[in-house]
């Protein structure tokens, strides 16, 4: 009676129950039908003694299956089987291997006897995604390992090795050899005549000092603020302390159902889902080959290179890096070094993996090495007239069938192309500043990019460790074309009569990790300023303009950097301190241009720097520069902090209502006039049709 996804076999008096669902052996419907029939075939078997559950591929069950987070739960439900598990007459063992995650560790709970192979990580990551455990998780774990360490398991979602879930009796023994022969003995000694099960819900909660539970909502709270699951999650843990069992697993499924209906839990599957979402680009046909990449250069061994050169590095290519002096050759290599060794030394990187990177790192200042590369990135001075050079340079070195990719932060990448006779060959792959660190990679078309470089770009962004999002061309792509709103807002804010620690503030509580000031006294405020000059010819006559930036910055104020910026620093610090030099330059500022400085309130300030950036972001889907609205958010969400846990800028504008988020904008425009605040149409049409950016589907009710 074996399913599709879950084979039933007997080997001697043991069922051997191998769930197959690659590639993770998520809980689809199926898993989970498939799991309780052969419990119930095993217990009718006359000839078993003894079940195990085990999985082929290469994990264990490592969680709920991601295409049917946004559907209605479908039966059978997994607490159902969980039950049925522990409630077998026989005993059932469990064979753990790879990551045994959230709904596959509490099979694992739930079984009577738990075997893991050395190398397997157990937990119950549901807080990630804004839920609890609902499967018995929350009753069983305390009851195992005690409440203080469910607590925190629990509640921080995080994963532990097997030699530490053997240490605090969450399993109960790691297997020496092979994990199934080991199973199967396992099983044979517990199946001995007349043997009860050791049935997880049937065991004491050990006790423990009732404050426990205000400690971990005080830590909750701090650690992971905004977030209302771990709360949740102490709650359940603490109804498995005071309530009885079955009272217990109640409690826990009301809860869970609560979470997962939450606005929070459905910003966080967004966030997952988008990762995976935006790996698909629509219109691109799903038989074009990516390009073979074995060789990559980079130009220009500046900020950007040196931190490119090291991502592909990471990921075992060969690099060429390439300047056009010694100098500045040097320095980036040393650069390079140094990064490496801080890894080194902070223990993430072992001292032979740093030497086996730089090795795939060759410095270069010869033109006719780029020869035989199959992708160029091209990251020098962001200057069209460096950059043709560079690609008519290119275009006359690099062998056919090269991809040649420019890193450029505004320039306009068709342009580029133009400067080549193979435009269909050039492409966009911005890189967001530290390269080796941040995750986002905005990977950006012209109309005569060939669709076999988008494919390539597209995965290689997944060989780097990256998130790639397909864009279009325009001015600062969908990332810092969105951001430069929210920049002028937030100056604009600055001379009405707010101080920069205000607005950092608001949007810190609206849930930024830091407020964009603190984040150009740390980036630089140079690259701002010298932006600011490149692009001066841009300005309209008559349009507002705020140039405090350019004040602070003639001040020799450019940030941590030079001990000062918006915020003061004390030596070696790098805590923002306001400062009351910034506060004078500023009123002094507000006064010569004739601004009445008034109190501005925090919703103000959030409303201003973020409607600001969704209206922009429905001109950028309406033009298509972003395919779907997941891609504007997926950029937000990886590569400038906004809080996963709503779901992204567009995401968290439907969550909030569109119609509330357009007559916002509309008053605004009529404040402060059309120039920066005109409603975008598609805003309009989404609005007048009572339609909103994603389908509703994913909306909580
Ligand atoms: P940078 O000034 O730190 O480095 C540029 C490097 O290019 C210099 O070392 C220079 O010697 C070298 N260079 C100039 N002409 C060259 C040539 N013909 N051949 C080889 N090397 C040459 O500049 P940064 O900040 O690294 O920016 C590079 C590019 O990356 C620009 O297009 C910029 O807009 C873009 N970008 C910068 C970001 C940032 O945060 N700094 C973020 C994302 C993109």
Known sequence: MSSALVSYRRDGEIALVTVDNPPVNALAREVRAGLLNAIRQAEADTEVHATIILCAGRTFIAGADVSEFDQPPQEPHLPAVTQAIENALKPVVVALHGTALGGGFEIALASHYRIATATTKVGLPEVKLGVIPGAGGTQRLPRLVGLPTALQMISSGETITAERALEIGAID???????????????????????????????????????????????????????????????????????????????????????????????????????????????????????????????????????????????????????????????????????????????????????????????????????DVDLVVEAVFEDLGVKRQVFEQLDAIAKPGAILATNTSYLDVAQIAEFTRRPQDV??????????????????????????????????????????????????????????????????????????????????????????????DLAGLDIGWRNRKARAHLRKPGVRDCDLLDQVCQLGRLGQKTGAGWYRYESGKRTPLPDAAIEELIVEHSRARGIERRTIDDQEIVERCLFSMINEGAKILAEGVAARPVDVDIVWLNGYGFPPWRGGPLFYADQLGLGRVLATIENYCERFGPDFWTPAPLLQELVASGRTFYPRRLLPE
Not at 346 to 359: A, H, K, N, V
Not at 439 to 452: F, K, M, Q, S, W
Not at 487 to 494: G, Q, Y
């Open 427 to 520: 492409v966009g792959m911005h890189f967001f500043s530290p390269a080796n660190v941040m995750r986002l990679l905005e990977n950006v078309r012209t109309d005569r990019t060939a669709p076999d470089v988008l494919v390539t770009v597209m995965q290689l962004g997944k060989k780097l460790g990256k998130i790639a999002v397909l864009v279009g061309g325009c001015d600062g792509f969908v990332g810092n074309r969105m951001l430069a709103q929210r920049t002028r807002e937030a100056w604009f804010l600055l001379e009405e009569g707010a101080l920069p620690q205000q607005v950092d503030a608001a949007l810190v509580d609206f849930g930024f990790p830091m407020g964009p000031f603190a984040v150009g």
């Open 173 to 371: 023994e790691i297997a020496e050899g092979d994990l199934k022969t080991a199973a199967i003995a396992a099983a044979r000694r517990l199946a001995t005549p007349g043997a009860v099960p050791r049935r997880t819900g049937t065991l004491p909660v050990p006790s423990a000092p009732p404050e426990i539970f205000q400690e971990a909502r005080r830590q909750a709270s701090e650690k992971q603020r905004h977030l209302q699951a771990p709360l949740t999650a102490i709650e359940a843990v603490a109804a498995a302390a005071s309530l009885s069992f079955d009272d217990g697993l109640r409690r826990e499924r009301e809860l869970f159902l609560e979470r997962r209906a939450s606005a929070q839990a459905a910003a966080l599957r967004n966030a997952f889902l988008g990762e995976r979402e935006v790996a698909k680009v629509p219109g691109l046909a799903a038989d074009v080959r990516a390009r073979e990449i074995l060789q990559v250069a980079v130009l220009g061994a500046g900020t950007m290179g040196s931190g490119i050169a090291m991502c592909f590095a990471n990921a075992g290519f060969s690099v060429l890096i390439k300047e056009v002096e010694a100098l500045a050759l040097e320095r980036g290599m040393a650069t390079i070094r140094k990064n490496y060794q801080a890894s080194v030394s902070r223990g993430t990187l072992s001292p032979q993996d740093m030497l086996r990177r730089l090795e795939c790192i060759r410095p270069t200042l010869d033109w006719q090495e780029l020869a």
